[in-house]
């Protein structure tokens, strides 16, 4: 059963062939087999998900979108009544007292929810390493990282204990983990769903979307979640397209542009022969394929450097021991209480991108790092868009490298942070990006991701779906996990 | 961009973070580290150019001015640290 896609498990719902109740228990067990190995999950609801997988299987018409298939959330969304923890000793006694707008739209459309996925602290990282929970592991070499910041949400898809997951991005925390975990990941448009209720690093940058074994599995979810939402006024009110119905729609004649800086001496040879093998399958399914240039993209990352920890500065700002989260013991005074919870309770690379953004921000600073980080930000947007005048796609790897060893990055953060470089100015500029697997490099997956203008989400699910329809590396699962 | 432990426990305050003498060295080395990576922000000609603060310009929408939410303090509260008669409590501040 966990060898279906999401979609093909619809079918098969609604044929009878089983129950949600039989593949939510199926994936219980899963999940329990295979926690202490991959570390997947913080918060696992079995209980919860077999009393939602009966309410589905008891549901006779009107079934909603998602109706009966088991989720995994990532743990930074808000559900009501269960633990939210962000990763993070801050949160470790949180019990969320509402739902996420995702959350709930999740439920509207029938899903069940398997329990909540482990993360980089406060959504802060590129490996799963920072987690106050512990390391989660790659199930393509469980020596490896699955990528981060979402993932659990990831591995819970790689490994085939949930039909699909819900993670964020705010500098390429799906699309970076799916391509480590050789699955696909879509990063929406920014503002196309809602953050009411997601708990907030950068909040110009954030952004929920799915995880899935395939691009129509993807597109099931951004049809669940997407839409306006007046609680989160950065949400766009733009129609929610059809994802679903739509991808089977013609790509022949979508034109593909290819980075010039991308795709330069240092790219790894074994990682450029699998991009340009897919962009030689993208031809055949009638694609046009041509060079561009995005030439402020070698500034993204020292602009996302600046701009997200300024803005996690402040967002982070609310955890003070007063209203919720940890709380440090006899505090002194206000000024103790403020300073020790919060040191307490944040890790290491949470507390240095505060000081950062605080640094950024601060009187006679401002203007060197915040605002002219900004500033090369409307740059990077517009490369996008010139861009976007000549083609309909941007290509490019997902990541420069497949996934690396734990421990092998955590002592420098820059050597982390260089690892965003194709996915940071994505999140900068606010457009869609998703990742998909085309191939494996010494046995590790390769992602290569795709980049469409505002709101054309749907450009890029049909494109991925049709590559998917003639090649089956989505269909790949690690020998363990099978 | 070498930073002093003088600004470091400057930028502690403001965020009100707690930094431990044993813990200086390695922010500094850190944070200088970071700060000066992204000093290649200065490589770029960004005279004339407007900032950016959200990915379509969007400015704040508004609504009508009525009240939309109901009094839930009791299930809020239900998860601090410390509360008295519908108050938060923290450490006296006022001498």
């Not at chain 1, 109740?21 to 219980?28: A, C, G, K, P, W």
């Not at chain 1, 705010?170 to 196309?192: D, E, H, N, V, W």
């Not at chain 2, 070498?2 to 060295?25: M, P």
């Not at chain 2, 770029?44 to 990915?55: I, S």
């Amino acid at each position: 059963m966990h060898n279906l896609t999401l979609a093909q498990q619809l079918q098969a719902l609604a044929a009878g062939e089983f129950s949600s109740v039989e593949l939510t228990q199926h994936y219980i067990n899963r999940i329990e087999s295979h926690q202490d190995s991959l570390n997947a999950f913080i918060t696992f609801t079995p209980e919860r998900a077999l009393e939602e997988a009966q309410k589905a299987d008891q549901r006779s018409t009107d079934k909603p979108l998602l109706n009966g298939i088991p989720l995994a959330l990532k743990d930074i969304f808000c559900t009501q009544g269960v633990k939210t923890s962000c990763a993070s000793k801050m949160l470790d006694n949180f019990i969320a007292p509402y739902d996420a707008t995702v959350v709930t739209k999740l439920q509207q459309a029938g899903a069940v929810s398997l329990g909540k996925t482990n993360m980089d602290e406060f959504a802060m990282g590129s490996s799963s390493e920072s987690s106050y929970y512990g390391d989660v592991k790659n199930p393509w070499d469980l020596s490896r990282v699955p990528g981060g910041s979402s993932g659990g949400s990831a591995v819970a898809v790689s490994a085939r204990l949930a039909s699909a997951s819900m993670g964020t991005d705010t500098g390429g925390s799906i699309r970076q983990p799916a391509a480590f975990c050789g699955i696909t990941g879509l990063k929406p448009t920014y503002g196309r769903v809602s953050r009411y209720g997601m708990i907030a690093y950068a909040s110009s940058l954030d952004q929920a979307g799915p995880f899935g074994v395939s691009a129509l599995d993807c597109a099931y979810l951004l049809q669940a979640t997407a839409g306006h939402d007046a609680k989160d006024s950065t949400s766009v009110d733009q129609p929610v397209d059809e994802y679903t119905a739509n991808i089977n729609e013609d790509i022949r004649g979508l034109r593909i542009g290819l980075p010039e800086e991308f795709f330069q001496e240092g790219l790894d040879a074994d990682i450029r022969a699998k991009i340009d093998a897919a962009c030689d399958q993208l031809r055949e399914l009638g694609c046009v394929i041509k060079p561009i240039s995005l030439p402020n993209a070698k500034l993204a990352i020292a602009a996302y450097y600046v701009i997200a920890p300024a803005e996690c500065s402040s967002n982070l700002s609310r955890f003070d021991g007063v209203r919720f989260g940890y709380r440090c013991e006899d505090p002194v005074d206000l000024a103790d209480l403020y300073s020790r919870s919060r040191s307490e309770a944040f890790g290491p690379e949470v507390k240095r991108r505060i000081m950062v953004g605080a640094y950024a921000l601060s009187a006679g600073y401002y203007d060197a790092y915040y605002l002219r980080a900004q500033k090369i930000r409307r740059l990077i947007s517009e490369d996008y868009q010139k861009a976007f005048t000549e083609v309909d796609v941007v290509l490019s790897p997902t990541t420069p490298t497949t996934a690396f060893k734990t421990n092998e990055k955590v002592d420098d953060p820059i050597t982390m942070y260089l690892s965003d470089i194709y996915t940071i100015g994505v999140n900068l500029a606010g457009l869609p990006g998703i990742s998909i697997p085309v191939g494996f490099s010494q046995k590790l997956p390769v992602g290569m991701q795709m980049v469409s203008t505002y709101f054309a989400e749907d450009t890029l699910l049909r494109i991925a779906h049709q590559f998917q329809q003639h090649t089956d590396w989505h269909l790949q699962t690690p020998a363990e996990f099978e | 961009m070498a930073l002093t432990t003088a600004e470091i426990l400057n930028i502690a305050k403001l965020a009100r973070l707690h930094v431990e003498e044993s813990e200086l060295a390695d922010y500094q080395q850190d944070l200088s580290a970071i700060l000066g990576f992204v000093e290649q922000m200065e490589q770029v000609n960004v005279d004339g150019v407007e900032p950016m603060a959200h990915p379509q310009d969007m400015s704040q929408s508004l609504r009508e001015d009525v009240v939309t939410e109901s009094d839930q303090r009791e299930r809020f509260q239900s998860i601090a640290p410390a509360t008295a008669n519908g108050l938060y409590l923290v450490p006296k501040v006022i001498e």
